[in-house]
Structures are given as structure tokens and as C-alpha cells.
């Protein structure tokens, strides 16, 4: 198995490029972000609970997100790998992401950063909020929330795989496929 961290600020473009790399590499694609949504959509009893957090820019709690990710692996065992975008959140969820993986005697096998400046980002993601309807998009307070909280307790992540060395970090601004270009070659130097 080949499992990626796909790793970044809100906005930094992990669900863009994970598009690409699950077709490149033939690995599943995991956004805790997306299956709250669809869970809020369909207006299950996660997404009921989710969506409280979520329009307020908070982290969901990590048992609920962990039970979740679970799940999702589970149902998913015959890939060959999987992409990891916006889990792990914070040491809790990175813990339990390593002993999950080593039921499957697998990883991670590398988390990839796209690395942002935060007004890039701020810019970014109030455009994407006048098309996208997603409440946590819609204001700026609740986009500087959100990042505010990426810098108190996910970018700390970072040590955390360094120590592993499994840690590569990707320039993020510019062309989409240019950024594309980059991550491949991260992903097939491993
Ligand atoms: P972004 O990376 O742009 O913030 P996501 O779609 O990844 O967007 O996440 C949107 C929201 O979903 C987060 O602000 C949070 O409320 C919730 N969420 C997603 N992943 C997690 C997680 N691993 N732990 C807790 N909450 C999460």
C-alpha cells in the first residue's frame, strides 16, 4: 500500500490536486471535509453533529472524525493506497491514523505539504465562497478561524512526520499544473 497526507492550510488546493494523484497513482481519495458534507447533505446524524463545527470554522471532535475515517478505510481495503486530505487535523487523529494503517500492516508513507502564504489563502478561499454555498467559506472571520486553528494544532504535524522523515514540503502557488508537476515527482521519488 502507498498511503499520502495530503497536507496543507485551508485553501491550499489538497482537493484539486488530490484529483489528479488518485488517477496518476490509482490510490483512493479520502476528504474528511467532503463526507461531513455529503453526511450534512443528506442529513444523517453525523451530519447533524458535523455541521454545528463546521459552520463555525471548529475542528468536528476527533472520535467522531476518527470513527469515520475508519469506517471509510474499511470499506475500501482492496485499494491500493489512499489520500489523506484534512486528516490527520492535530497529533490525536495522527495517532490513531498510524494504528489504524498498522492493522493493514501498512503507513503513512509520506505526508506532502502545499505550502501557502495566508492571504493567498484568505483570497482564495472567499472566492471559492461565492460559488461554493459552503458557510465556513462565506466570511472572512470564519476563514480566519479556521486557519487560525490550522496554525494551533495541525501545523504541529509537520514536526511530527519530520521526526519520521517522511515529511516533503511543495511549493503551492502557481499554475495548477505546474503544482501538479511537483507533487508526482515527490510521489514517484518515494
Ligand atoms: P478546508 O481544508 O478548506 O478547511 P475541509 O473540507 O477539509 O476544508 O474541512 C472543512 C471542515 O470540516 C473543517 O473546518 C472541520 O470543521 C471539518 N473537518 C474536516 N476534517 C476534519 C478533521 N480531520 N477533524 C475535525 N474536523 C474536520
Keep these: 500500500m502507498l498511503n499520502i497526507v495530503l497536507f496543507g492550510p485551508p485553501g491550499a488546493g ?5 484529483n489528479f494523484l488518485k488517477e496518476s497513482f490509482n490510490l483512493k481519495h479520502i476528504s474528511t471535509g467532503d463526507v461531513f458534507r455529503k453526511n450534512i447533505k443528506n442529513q444523517t446524524p453525523l451530519g447533524n453533529l458535523a455541521q454545528s463545527y463546521m459552520d463555525k470554522g471548529a475542528l468536528v471532535p476527533d472520535q467522531v472524525t476518527i470513527d469515520m475515517l475508519s469506517d471509510e ?3 475500501n481495503t482492496s485499494a491500493e493506497g489512499f489520500i489523506f486530505d ?5 497529533t490525536v487523529q495522527a ?3 498510524e494504528s489504524l494503517l498498522s492493522k493493514y500492516d501498512a503507513q503513512v508513507d509520506a505526508m506532502i505539504a502545499l505550502e501557502v502564504a495566508d492571504e493567498v489563502l484568505v483570497k482564495r478561499l472567499l472566492k471559492r465562497g461565492e460559488t ?4 465556513d467559506d462565506s466570511s472572512e472571520e470564519i476563514v480566519r478561524n479556521r486557519i487560525q486553528i490550522y496554525y ?13 522523515q517522511r515529511y516533503h514540503g511543495v511549493d503551492g502557488v502557481g499554475a495548477i ?5 511537483r507533487l508526482n515527482a515527490v510521489v ?3
Design 14 to 18: 489538497k482537493g484539486t490536486q488530490a
Design 177 to 181: 499544473d505546474a503544482i501538479t508537476a
Design 73 to 75: 478505510v474499511s470499506k
Design 132 to 135: 461554493s454555498g459552503r458557510a
Design 188 to 190: 514517484k521519488a518515494l
Design 95 to 97: 495517532d490513531a491514523l
Design 86 to 90: 484534512g486528516f490527520p487535523r492535530n
Design 152 to 164: 494551533s494544532e495541525t501545523a504541529i504535524l509537520k514536526s511530527y512526520y519530520q521526526e519520521k
